[in-house]
């Protein structure tokens, strides 16, 4: 099956900072970034959208960032709370309803 | 609303068996992805389905299959179990109203285990 990479970083930050969390998506030719939460023992939630035609686009407490120069994609957390610990996957959909996820992102909060 | 449901919510099942997963989207939604996700793998795609036809396809052997149904319902089927089928299988649902694709709505799993 299709996925991008096997490694799974980790970032942890101080409860009340800022946290940034990257990823780098694979097809320059997707057109719909979506970055999704996962908690333990849960489905994926979805989190915040952008389409290639944006670079960046505000959610509540959220932000997403998109550099397709570079093919960066970036989720900015603001104020991070005890309850923001989960994996944060990016996916990437290049108009064909196939959605490839990256590989995640384990976000830890220290009180 | 109701979300995406998916039953049974845990499965166990020996090597050579064959099992069917449920998935029910999101009222009016008329899109249902299946995912496979896996410690080693991640998350990845199985198949999409819309309107009773299947749109999409990952890169997993044809012991994998599926359907959805008139009332958008979906089933998954995986025939002939090894090992390392035992995974979260993971289903999301999106209203699919245009030709581009939309916001996923995700289930909270079948863990399937194959011993």
């Known amino acids: 099956g299709e996925s991008v990479g096997l490694h799974l970083p980790t970032l942890s930050v101080q409860e009340g900072d800022n946290s940034i969390i990257n990823c780098a998506y694979s097809n320059s030719a997707s057109d719909y970034f979506i970055w999704y939460k996962q908690e333990s023992g849960k489905g994926p939630q979805f989190i915040i959208d952008i389409r290639s035609n944006m670079d960046k686009r505000q959610g509540q407490r959220v932000t997403v960032l998109l550099n397709k120069t570079v093919k960066h994609l970036s989720l900015q957390i603001a104020a991070t709370q005890p309850g923001d610990s989960a994996v944060y996957f990016c996916?990437?959909?290049?108009?064909?309803?196939?959605?490839?996820f990256g590989a995640g992102t384990r976000l830890f909060v220290k009180a | 609303k109701a979300g995406v449901t998916q039953t049974p919510r845990y499965l166990i099942k020996t090597r050579g068996q064959q099992v069917t997963l449920s998935c029910s989207p999101i009222?009016?939604?008329?899109?249902v992805s299946w995912y496979q996700q896996t410690p080693g793998q991640g998350l990845q795609f199985l198949f999409e389905?819309?309107?009773?036809?299947?749109?999409n396809k990952g890169n997993f052997p044809g012991r994998f299959s599926g359907r959805q149904f008139s009332n958008s319902r979906s089933e998954m089927n995986v025939s002939t179990l090894e090992l390392g089928d035992s995974a979260l299988y993971l289903c999301?649902?999106?209203?699919?109203?245009?030709?581009?694709?939309?916001?996923?709505?995700f289930g909270p799993g079948t863990r399937l285990t194959v011993l």
């Open positions: 389905y819309f309107s009773e036809t299947q749109r």
């Open positions: 996916a990437e959909n290049t108009g064909g309803f196939k959605t490839i």
């Open positions: 009222s009016g939604h008329r899109s």
């Open positions: 999301a649902s999106s209203l699919a109203q245009g030709i581009s694709a939309d916001t996923q709505y």
